[in-house]
Protein backbone atom coordinates (compact mmCIF):
# COMPACT_ATOMS: atom_id res chain seq x y z
CA UNK A 1 0.00 0.00 0.00
CA UNK A 2 1.12 3.29 -0.79
CA UNK A 3 1.71 6.26 1.65
CA UNK A 4 -1.84 6.72 3.57
CA UNK A 5 -0.60 10.35 4.25
CA UNK A 6 -0.27 11.71 0.18
CA UNK A 7 -3.24 13.42 -0.24
CA UNK A 8 -3.06 12.20 -3.55
CA UNK A 9 -3.95 8.33 -2.27
CA UNK A 10 -6.25 10.16 0.30
CA UNK A 11 -8.79 11.55 -2.55
CA UNK A 12 -8.80 8.63 -4.32
CA UNK A 13 -9.81 6.95 -1.30
CA UNK A 14 -12.71 9.20 -0.37
CA UNK A 15 -13.29 8.74 -4.28
CA UNK A 16 -13.84 5.53 -3.57
CA UNK A 17 -15.62 5.54 -0.62
CA UNK A 18 -17.93 8.07 -1.96
CA UNK A 19 -18.71 5.40 -5.15
CA UNK A 20 -19.32 2.09 -2.85
CA UNK A 21 -21.93 4.26 -0.87
CA UNK A 22 -24.14 4.62 -3.88
Do not use: G
Not at 5 to 22: I, N, T
Amino acid sequence: MADSRDPASDQMQHWKEQRAAQ
